[in-house]
């Protein structure tokens, strides 16, 4: 059986799922405030601004020129997230348009997008880059367009641009940690792009199903740190039935998993900690996808998969129809996306939560959460006009998209109740605090950062001879990498 799930998310859906990290401080800040304490501190005290913060400057009308993703599959949100022309009732796009006026008179410059498709992007930027024109300021596209850029040169190191501080909290700290290699940084998530993490992986649960086959205390499990993957594997097994008693699984029937092989083999062997690199200090690096728990988690989860209790599907044109599926009551658990719970499941006749991807095991230190490859991230040319201009600006949009934009994200995510209890609330903050931007993964060779899923796709266990075809190619790609990360070696 094989199906897999596109992403055509509705205009204000996806950014206002996505953005909303975790409740009380963006994804990888150092506090853990509960979202009532969040909108308790927004009533309290005034953000500190970025004028305040930065000082005083004024570049005489300048233009600042964001690239943006045309991107189908994400509607017209790339335009709408960094630019809108004016103020429409709506909280997000009205908490945008007062940023860009906030910046644009503090700092005297205009603030402008333009859309291109991944290909144009790369086309354009690099042509730019060698014409020396300075034409773009901030670049914002798919996430192998962006590696790309890097390898081609045409990215600044973040720790070379003026005013600009990736260690503070406006940035994703994740991200800083993850990509940050040998003093060099080329690539990084904030608010700006409010629908950063927008496919970022998720497990829902149906309530109804959870009662009707007596399973209960899941977010406990969670929050005691026993959502393991054998725990989460057992209670999926107890539910499957064919409901129209035709003598064949198919998607008319009920499971207690639909799940794509990439939200089951790729996310799911990541929330347990699988990795394809491991980089040293020095510049050296290791393949790591051929290791015995890794092989482990390939066998725990096609054990699953090949299940009658599961519903995998292959085929990406077919991927929305599995949600579909779990918004028709016809499965307990749904491997999906943060966004699929305002694209299909705002009306939903049985009640849903949210959980993490489950742990290895008991002893894994915490909840890993996966970015999917459809997202983006941000850079900064090479090259730009003046750079102080650039780095301000950019620094300053940081700073107001974290103190507005991100508070008007997670209120409109909670007022719309598209999640629909307070537990799952918590476990909201649980999947954005472990969000994960492995560098292995952002600068990723496909068929071996992705094996594990390629292989619960076709049901094969056979890890390590497979990998070990793989390396060769996956070596000399590594190794052209980490040589942009350590000239000197």
Same mark, same amino acid.
């Given at each position: 059986?094989?199906?897999?799930?596109?992403?055509?998310?509705?205009?204000?859906?996806?950014?206002?799922?996505?953005?909303?990290?975790?409740?009380?401080?963006? !994804? $990888?800040?150092? /506090?853990?405030?509960?979202?009532?304490?969040?909108?308790?501190?927004? &009533?309290?005290? &005034?953000?500190?601004?970025?004028?305040? @913060?930065?000082?005083?400057?004024?570049?005489?009308?300048?233009?600042?020129?964001?690239?943006? =993703?045309?991107?189908?599959?994400?509607?017209?949100?790339? !335009?709408?997230?960094?630019?809108?022309?004016?103020?429409?009732?709506?909280?997000?796009?009205?908490?945008?348009?007062?940023?860009? =006026?906030?910046?644009?008179?503090?700092?005297?410059?205009?603030?402008?997008?333009?859309?291109?498709?991944?290909? /144009?992007?790369?086309?354009?930027?690099?042509?730019?880059?060698?014409? %020396?024109? $300075?034409?773009?300021?901030?670049?914002?596209?798919?996430?192998?367009?962006?590696?790309?850029?890097?390898?081609?040169?045409?990215?600044?190191? *973040?720790?070379?641009?003026?005013?600009?501080?990736?260690?503070?909290?406006?940035?994703?700290?994740?991200?800083?940690?993850?990509?940050?290699?040998? %003093?060099?940084?080329?690539?990084?998530?904030?608010?700006?792009?409010?629908?950063?993490?927008?496919?970022?992986?998720?497990?829902?649960?149906?309530?109804?199903?959870?009662?009707?086959?007596?399973?209960?205390?899941?977010?406990?499990?969670?929050?005691?740190?026993?959502?393991?993957?054998?725990?989460?594997?057992?209670?999926?097994?107890?539910?499957?039935?064919?409901?129209? $008693?035709?003598?064949?699984?198919?998607?008319?029937?009920?499971? +207690?998993?639909?799940?794509?092989?990439?939200?089951? %083999?790729?996310?799911?062997?990541?929330?347990?900690?699988?990795?394809?690199? #491991?980089?040293?200090?020095?510049?050296?690096?290791?393949?790591?996808?051929?290791?015995?728990?890794?092989?482990?988690? @390939?066998?725990?989860?096609?054990?699953?998969?090949?299940?009658?209790?599961?519903?995998?599907?292959?085929?990406?044109? @077919?991927?929305?129809?599995?949600?579909?599926?779990?918004?028709?009551? =016809?499965? @307990?658990?749904?491997?999906?996306?943060?966004?699929?719970?305002?694209?299909?499941?705002?009306?939903?006749?049985?009640?849903? +939560?949210?959980?993490?991807?489950?742990? *290895?095991?008991?002893?894994?230190?915490?909840?890993?959460?996966?970015?999917?490859?459809?997202?983006?991230?941000?850079?900064?040319?090479?090259?730009?006009?003046?750079?102080?201009?650039?780095?301000?600006?950019?620094?300053?949009?940081?700073?107001?998209?974290?103190?507005?934009?991100?508070?008007?994200?997670?209120? /409109?995510?909670?007022?719309?109740?598209?999640?629909?209890?307070?537990?799952?609330?918590?476990?909201?903050?649980?999947?954005?605090?472990?969000?994960?931007?492995?560098? +292995? =993964?952002?600068?990723?060779?496909?068929?071996?950062?992705?094996?594990?899923?390629?292989?619960?796709? #076709?049901?094969?266990?056979?890890?390590?001879?497979?990998?070990?075809?793989?390396?060769?190619?996956?070596?000399?790609?590594?190794?052209?990498?980490?040589?942009?990360?350590?000239?000197?070696?």
């Amino acid at each position: 059986m094989s199906m897999k799930h596109k992403f055509p998310l509705l205009l204000i859906a996806a950014g206002l799922i996505l953005s909303s990290c975790q409740s009380g401080e963006p !994804s $990888g800040s150092d /506090t853990s405030t509960t979202s009532a304490d969040t909108s308790t501190a927004a &009533e309290e005290t &005034e953000p500190t601004s970025s004028l305040e @913060l930065l000082g005083e400057y004024d570049f005489g009308g300048e233009t600042y020129t964001i690239v943006g =993703r045309e991107y189908a599959k994400l509607g017209d949100l790339p !335009s709408y997230e960094f630019v809108t022309d004016s103020e429409n009732g709506d909280l997000v796009n009205d908490t945008v348009y007062k940023r860009n =006026r906030i910046v644009e008179d503090q700092y005297n410059v205009t603030i402008e997008c333009i859309q291109y498709d991944n290909n /144009t992007a790369m086309n354009n930027v690099q042509k730019s880059q060698m014409a %020396g024109d $300075g034409a773009y300021d901030l670049v914002w596209s798919h996430i192998n367009t962006m590696t790309s850029m890097v390898m081609k040169d045409l990215l600044a190191n *973040y720790y070379d641009m003026p005013v600009i501080d990736i260690t503070k909290p406006w940035w994703n700290q994740l991200a800083t940690e993850s990509l940050t290699l040998n %003093g060099r940084c080329y690539l990084q998530m904030n608010y700006i792009p409010f629908t950063g993490v927008m496919l970022s992986h998720c497990l829902y649960f149906n309530k109804n199903l959870a009662e009707e086959y007596s399973i209960s205390d899941l977010y406990s499990l969670v929050q005691n740190d026993e959502w393991t993957f054998d725990r989460f594997s057992e209670l999926a097994k107890q539910v499957s039935q064919d409901l129209n $008693g035709d003598g064949k699984y198919d998607e008319n029937d009920l499971y +207690g998993l639909a799940a794509s092989h990439g939200t089951s %083999g790729v996310a799911f062997s990541i929330a347990m900690g699988t990795k394809p690199l #491991k980089v040293n200090d020095d510049g050296s690096f290791e393949l790591t996808m051929s290791s015995e728990r890794n092989q482990n988690i @390939l066998e725990m989860i096609n054990s699953l998969t090949s299940d009658s209790a599961t519903y995998l599907i292959t085929d990406t044109s @077919l991927e929305n129809d599995l949600a579909k599926l779990f918004a028709e009551g =016809r499965a @307990l658990f749904y491997s999906g996306f943060l966004t699929d719970s305002y694209q299909f499941f705002r009306d939903m006749d049985d009640d849903f +939560g949210l959980l993490p991807f489950p742990k *290895y095991d008991a002893s894994q230190e915490s909840y890993i959460t996966t970015v999917t490859g459809g997202t983006g991230l941000l850079g900064i040319p090479k090259y730009v006009e003046n750079p102080e201009m650039v780095g301000a600006v950019t620094e300053a949009l940081a700073i107001e998209s974290y103190n507005y934009v991100y508070p008007a994200i997670y209120e /409109t995510v909670f007022n719309e109740k598209l999640l629909r209890d307070d537990e799952s609330r918590e476990m909201f903050d649980i999947l954005m605090n472990g969000l994960e931007i492995d560098f +292995g =993964r952002t600068f990723k060779y496909t068929a071996y950062s992705d094996l594990i899923g390629d292989l619960v796709a #076709k049901g094969s266990t056979d890890l390590a001879s497979s990998a070990a075809a793989l390396e060769p190619a996956a070596e000399k790609h590594y190794s052209d990498v980490i040589e942009l990360f350590y000239p000197e070696n």
